[in-house]
């Protein structure tokens, strides 16, 4: 495993777009930052536009961060810091590109918290802020069951109607107390989790302070007045009724972009894991259904492809997708949140937990690791690849193709159910990408999920 570097300091939380390029590059070679084949979390990188390298400040030096990787996704937004130290930085990029308006996120931590593992009382959280915030749970979801056997990890996963990101790691001790490891993770509580990835690195140097100078939370207590939120909560409390920002202001049908820091855990990877069978997710997630995906640690690259199935059911024809259910992006989740899980009639989690296995009533869709499978006998025939579907897989690139497919089905569907006759054929079919005979269950669920009517006239291949 390649080690991380020691250069950038603890409290480097800010990622600043450059001004300048440095004549001199310094050294990127793994001792100087982390490979991109390193099995741990990669920094936070730069959310400024573009696929240019991008620097960092540190200790008054620069130190440049590799082009990002073109299969990575990212939101491109304008950052933004109050700071007069930080206030001009990037005011000098080129004004001659076009303006493209984009919606813009602010920064809004809510919460700051330690768990560590205690071997009389388990896990705990062993400090806050602010202190009276609610975080019941939050020690479960932030140390993966069966972390002990990994040396570090990072965790997304959702707190009520908020996002949290945790750094995990595991340092042996030579402690009888303590069982000859430490362990604990470092993390933040949002009401969005497309920004969670800019302090991935500031979590990773943080809890490794916290293992080897227990006690010390200066730094988290710095960062947490520079980036905490100003929202309507009340006395500082996490009301799980507050709606998530990051879904209010675009299409219920649209994912906003989660930042990929990881190249195991991009689209492509994604699609290549899974082979075909990325097809039949697709199938599962346009339709709505409860997807659960089983994964040992560690679980960073797995809520990754939460994320990655939550977005093959984008959609951004306007108006499509308004009455059916929200397709959430649950990230991890154990035990604690199969009260939460009861009523969910949607979403997609990932779980290191094989109890969950046994609970069916939770979820329609169950993945372990390549192999996706079902309980319910009416979703059977959707586990099959057809022809169609094999047509498909070959032509998949890129993030997009999901969209444009979706955008495809759903254009043809709206243009049937407007005309006179609402008379659905096989050319139809066959014009959307699909299969007329191997597609017309999904396609059938599809037409209920979505509630739009056509007529759907299909030839019956066992009658003449």
Known sequence: MVE??????????????????????????????RALGSTAPGTGWSSSPGATAVSVAVNEQVFEAAPEPACWTGIQKKEEDSSPELRDWGSSSSSSSPKIPQWEEKDQILAVFVVAFDTRSGNMVEWC???????????????ASGSHRISSDFIYFRKGSYFGLACFAN??????????????????????????????????????H???????????????????AVLPTGNGTVNSHQPVYCLQMINKCMHPEMKITHPAGCMSQFIKFFGEQIIILWKFALLRKRILIFS???????????????????????????SVPEFRPFFYINVADIEALETEVSYVACTTEKIFEEKKDLYD?????????????????????????????????????FMEQNNRIF??????????????????????????????????????????????????????
């Open 365 to 401: 869709i169950y993945v372990d690791n390549q192999n996706v499978k079902t309980h319910h006998d009416n979703l059977q025939p959707l586990l099959r690849i057809n022809t169609a579907d094999r047509d498909k897989y070959r032509k998949l690139s890129e993030q997009r193709f």
């Open 296 to 322: 040992p640690p560690p679980v960073g690259v797995v809520c990754y492809r939460v994320y990655c199935c939550c977005c093959l059911a984008n959609v951004s024809i306007p108006g499509i997708g308004v």
């Open 411 to 464: 254009q043809m569907l709206l243009e049937v159910s407007s005309s006179q006759d609402k008379t659905l054929t096989e050319e139809h079919m066959r014009a959307m990408g699909l299969d007329p005979q191997g597609d017309r269950t999904f396609l059938m669920d599809l037409l209920e999920v979505y509630g739009i009517d056509v007529m759907l006239v299909i030839d019956n291949p066992c009658c003449p």
């Open 171 to 208: 340092m042996p001790v030579e402690s009888e107390l303590e069982r000859g490891a430490r362990m604990k993770s470092v993390g933040i509580l949002s009401p969005s989790y497309t920004l969670l990835y800019r302090y991935m690195h500031f979590l990773e140097n943080q809890v490794r």
């Open 129 to 143: 802020l602010p202190q009276d915030v609610d975080l019941e749970g939050v020690e479960f979801k932030s140390m």
């Open 210 to 228: 916290q293992l080897e100078a227990p006690g010390h939370y200066s730094q988290l207590e710095a960062f947490y007045e520079d980036k905490k």
């Open 4 to 33: 991380q570097s020691d250069r950038a300091p603890l409290l480097d939380w800010e990622e600043i777009p450059s001004t300048r390029v440095p004549e001199q590059r310094r050294d990127l070679s793994p001792t100087g930052r």
